[in-house]
Structures are given as C-alpha cells and as structure tokens.
C-alpha cells in the first residue's frame, strides 16, 4: 500500500515542477509517470527511510514496470527516471527540515553502474506499411478521419500532440506546409513553433487532399483537422472550437481499432514519426539534406534525429554497406 504523506509530498513536488518551474504540460506528465515508479517502491515505507528500502530504487528499475509487459524499460527511459528521482529527493532535502537525513552524497547515487541497450531495432512505420494503410479501406467517418491522420503523421513527421490541435488555417496541403505555431493553438513540445513540410509522395497527399476538402466543406478556418464528431449524429461538429487533453488517446483508440479491423499490424502514433526521420534518411543524398529532415521535426541538432530516430535495421544497414562497394 502507497504511503499517504509520501503521496503528499509527490503531489506537492509535482505542483512546484509545474507552476515554480514552469515545466511544460508534456514534461510534467512524463515526470508524474517517472515519480510512480518511485511511489510503488518505497510502497509503505517513508521517504525518510528510503536509504534502507531494499532492494535499491537503481535495482529495483531494472525489473519494474507499470504496463504488464515482460521485458525491462529501456535504458534510457529508466535514466530519466532516475534523474525525475533524484531531483525529488534533492527537492525534499532542501524543503523539509525532517528529510535532511536524505545526504546528498546519498541522493548522488541513484544512478545505475552501467545500462548497456540490448541490441535491437527500433519499431518504425515502413514505406510498404504505410502504403498498404494509405490504400486500406474505410467504411465510416471515423475511419475515414484516422486513416488520413495516420498518413498525415508519416508525411509530416508530426507529434500527435501537436497534430490534434491543427486548426485548418494551420494545414496547407497544396504548398505541402504545416505551419506548428503555438499563436495557432498548435501544442508543441516545449513550446516550439516551426512551418515544417509535407514529404512529396502523391499517393499518400492524395489521401490527407481528400480528407482536407471533407473538413474544409463544413468547417471554419478555425476547425481541427482532425475534426471532433458530435456524439449525437456522428457527423463533424462545426461548433467544436476546442478540444481537450484526451484527443491523443482517442486517435491512438481509434488508429488501433481500425488497423485490427483492416488486419494491419499496430504501431502507435510516434511511430510514424520514426518512419518519416527513417524514409527521409534513406533518401537523404548530402548531410545537408539529412539536416532538412531533423529540421523538419523541429529538432535542434541532427544529433538528435540520429540518436533517437534513425536507427538503420540490419537489412538496411547491409543495403547501404553493399552500394558503396558493388
């Protein structure tokens, strides 16, 4: 059972990240699903206690995890979470006069000793995938509006965050511009704003054009995109001016359902992004056009891009290898 005043203090430290520090809305949320980790821990032992919790929290990451699945977290999601933990404890120590017990020299620790990545290749939207779902059938609004959103991500490597809150005025699908303008109403990560670009694949524009005359027909410049449907008709709701935090789930709800239906395997929303970096590297010919790409996904070094996004799978990477060579 979760110790209450540890709950407390969580909550307390949440409230100062977000209104004292004034991280944003997606960093905030990450650091509330990194803190539970710590919560489910020390169970109902206080943070007092915590030096002599056992196993340690940097062990106790090593096996945890919140969603059923059998394999340990990433290395370097299990790296933030301990960095969101050490700044709690850093935040208790100099805050609460009875947590001083908590030495620095002991908070400095949480770390792991070494986390070395398990060879693997990073899930992406391939080119072929999102062809078969470009051409996939749709037999309903819903449908309709998910498919053209799926492509939509893949074309413009988009977050789905920022995606749901596209207003029309912010799409351009003839020049092939997103504007991602926070003075749109465009929610970015950390606030960013950027005009990115469609990639030019006809096939795949021609699925988000049709879907962007449907919406345009009945919806004001101010409208979504990813238009909201009213719960009575069914039909797109021209009235709707704004949407809340839970039109991410609802496309991720909906992109799920209508790929089982249509027996395409799933990948979430932020795949697609991974597909739009890795099919503009296989086609970047000149590091300047790998720098348009990370660009284009408002990254601020390629280095970025590189690191999260690009990873070649083995049959790539031997492609590659055997054209410089044959």
């Known amino acids: 059972m979760i110790n209450k005043k540890n709950w407390k203090l969580v909550k307390a430290f949440l409230n100062e990240r977000f209104h004292t520090d004034q991280i944003s809305i997606g960093s905030w ?74 030495k620095p020299s002991w908070i400095e620790k949480i770390k792991t000793k070494r986390l070395s990545e398990v060879p693997q290749n990073k899930e992406y939207v391939t080119f072929e995938e999102i062809l078969q779902i470009a051409n996939a059938p749709v037999e309903s609004l819903v449908e309709r509006r998910i498919r053209a959103a799926a492509v939509f991500w893949y074309l413009s490597g988009i977050r789905v965050g920022a995606f749901v809150t596209l207003q029309l005025r912010a799409v351009d699908i003839e020049n ?31 699925v988000i054009k049709e879907w962007d005359d449907e919406v345009r027909s009945c919806l004001p410049e101010n409208g979504f995109w990813f238009a909201p449907l009213s719960p009575d008709t069914g039909e797109i709701d021209s009235s709707c001016v704004w949407v809340g935090d839970a039109r991410s789930n609802l496309a991720r709800k909906n992109l799920k359902e209508w790929l089982k239906k249509v027996g395409l395997p799933y990948h979430s929303p932020h795949k697609f992004r991974h597909g739009h970096v890795h099919y503009g590297q296989a086609h970047s010919k000149t590091q300047e056009d790998f720098k348009a790409v990370s660009q284009n996904v408002m990254h601020s070094t390629t280095g970025i891009t590189d690191q999260f996004y690009s990873n070649m799978d083995d049959d790539d990477k031997k492609s590659r290898i055997d054209s410089m060579f044959y």
């Open 29 to 102: 949320r990450a650091e509330e699903i990194y803190i539970k980790y710590l919560l489910l821990w020390a169970d109902s032992a206080s943070f007092v206690n915590a030096p002599s919790i056992m196993p340690t929290f940097p062990e106790y990451m090593r096996s945890a995890r919140m969603d059923g699945k059998d394999e340990p977290l990433s290395p370097t999601h299990i790296k933030k979470i301990l960095a969101t933990a050490r700044r709690f404890f850093f935040w208790l120590y100099e805050n609460d006069y009875e947590y001083r017990k908590l």
């Open 176 to 206: 092939r511009f997103v504007y991602q303008y926070t003075s749109l109403g465009v929610r970015t990560k950390n606030g960013k704003s950027a005009k990115t670009i469609l990639y030019p694949i006809p096939q795949l524009i021609e």
